[in-house]
């Protein structure tokens, strides 16, 4: 007697159309305004922040938006100062991705797609002002070497967006040792007292944030996921600062002529995320004692 085989759920044949007629599957959520996850068009995906999740640093945080996550760390090396350099210190950004982070990500081999967004977020911070490196010299011969880094844990579209958020809330949580210089030259550091004035905080000057929109048949679709970033005609990154500030501007794909009406939507689009993320964010240092104005 031969088996009898159930039909297939309703379930089972939308991820069949779905993984067959991806544009299908996805021009018909597009039709009724919506996404696959249930989001409007201009919708992102829920936020988290965590500020110092790790205590081997002098400061972290965990980001995550919907399923991307990215973890940014930093630690501290003091450093002499040549006398022919300028009194200030100095920010390294790197980042890197787990090789397990996507599926096109391989192990021991560099991320094309980490070393774009590592000098995306580099230019952003310079551009925004947002550091000040003569802010980290301890005195005229010496000063603080900043090195930050960024590990993507998990790669579901908008690495910009998720890595530049974590780059922010760990340098907003950095607080500097205080320390001084004995009459041999050597950085000491000065005796803990477990008052507020062993260590002083590290401000940022401005805090750049992004946001990445698609076009897909028209349409505008704000924080995409790797799915449809693989469907939409052209991405854009726009990133700005709190007075709504044009800091960086990043496109792949398409034709620019046609998406000029895309790139200001962008723009708008990261105006209003930004205020979204900059109430996360002031809750996520909020918990930990750490306040912002």
């Not at 980001?63 to 973890?71: E, F």
């Not at 090195?147 to 910009?160: E, N, T, W």
């Not at 320390?179 to 805090?207: C, M, Y």
Request: charged share 20%.
């Amino acid at each position: 007697m031969s088996a009898v085989v159930p039909p297939a759920s309703n379930e089972l044949q939308a991820e069949a159309f779905k993984r067959l007629y991806p544009n299908e599957y996805y021009a018909k959520f597009i039709s009724k305004s919506l996404r696959p996850d249930g989001r409007p068009l201009g919708g992102a995906r829920a936020t988290t922040i965590g500020i110092h999740p790790l205590e081997s640093t002098s400061s972290s945080a965990l980001v995550k938006i919907g399923n991307t996550t990215a973890m940014a760390g930093i630690k501290l090396q003091h450093f002499a100062i040549s006398s022919d350099q300028p009194v200030e210190g100095t920010l390294a950004v790197n980042m890197e991705m787990a090789a397990f982070a996507s599926s096109e990500t391989r192990p021991g081999r560099p991320s094309d797609a980490a070393q774009c967004v590592q000098e995306q977020i580099r230019t952003a911070l310079r551009t925004a002002g947002a550091v000040k490196l003569e802010e980290l010299a301890i005195d005229k011969s010496h000063a603080w070497a900043v090195f930050l880094d960024i590990y993507v844990l998990d790669a579901d579209g908008c690495l910009l967006d998720v890595c530049l958020l974590a780059a922010v809330a760990a340098l907003l949580g950095l607080q500097l040792p205080r320390v001084e210089v004995n009459d041999q030259g050597q950085v000491v550091t000065k005796p803990i007292s477990g008052s507020a004035s062993d260590s002083r905080r590290f401000g940022l000057k401005a805090v750049p944030m992004a946001l990445t929109c698609g076009l897909y048949s028209g349409s505008l679709i704000a924080d995409p996921t790797s799915e449809e970033e693989a469907l939409v005609a052209s991405l854009v990154s726009t990133i700005v600062d709190a007075s709504g500030s044009l800091v960086g501007l990043y496109k792949a794909g398409g034709h620019a002529t046609a998406d000029e009406g895309l790139l200001l939507q962008c723009m708008e689009a990261t105006k209003l995320r930004y205020k979204e993320l900059m109430i996360l964010l002031k809750q996520a240092l909020a918990e930990k004692g750490i306040e912002y104005s």
